[in-house]
């Protein structure tokens, strides 16, 4: 079976993220989980506080290589010879901006194919930013992120 790479911020991992990554654990060999640095992008989470939050959530899983990358996903890609990215869709609102990027991505390597998995309905509206929002205000958190990932984002917001 081929490997694959899932990337994304993780900032942090949500139950959404986690339900993908195992899903997408069985499709393959090897699944990457890459957590990206852009330099554009706000981060609450530091690269090794979400490397660390993934290798924990992710422990039951055999065949993932947790990773991060400071530039181009693609670079990772083409580094790893991976041609096979998988993105997560939630609502439609996702489509536009992940349509984009796969079309991105294929300019940049045309051996990359983008694979979707559909988030389980229940995740449908589950996002990190969301949880952030919700644990920023002490929120119950439950049906968000685990118990360890909820006490870190009570305590980053402190
Ligand atoms: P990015 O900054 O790359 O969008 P995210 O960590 O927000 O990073 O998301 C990584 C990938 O996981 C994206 O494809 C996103 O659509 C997907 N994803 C995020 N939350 C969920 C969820 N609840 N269900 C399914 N996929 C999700």
Redesign the pocket.
């Known amino acids: 079976m081929e490997k694959m790479i ?6 942090p ?5 986690l ?2 990554i195992e899903r997408a654990a069985k499709l393959c060999s090897i699944l990457h989980v890459v957590v ?1 640095n ?1 330099p554009n ?1 706000k981060y609450t989470f530091s690269v090794e506080e979400r490397i660390e939050m993934l290798k924990e959530s992710t422990a039951h899983i055999e065949n993932l290589v947790i990773s991060h990358v400071d530039g181009l996903i693609i670079d990772y890609c083409v580094d790893y010879d991976i041609a096979i990215m ?5 609502a439609l609102s ?1 489509f536009d ?2 349509f984009q ?1 796969s079309t991105t991505n294929r300019f940049l390597y045309d051996k990359i194919e983008t694979v ?5 309905p229940t ?7 969301q949880a952030k929002e919700i644990g920023q205000f002490g929120g119950d958190l439950s049906q968000f992120v685990s118990d360890s990932i909820a006490q870190a984002i009570y305590k980053k917001f402190k």
């Open positions: 899932y990337p994304g911020s993780f900032d991992i949500t139950f959404g993220h339900d993908i990206g852009n992008k998988i993105r997560g869709l939630r996702d901006y992940e990027l979707f998995l559909m988030s389980k995740h449908t509206f589950l996002s990190s930013s």
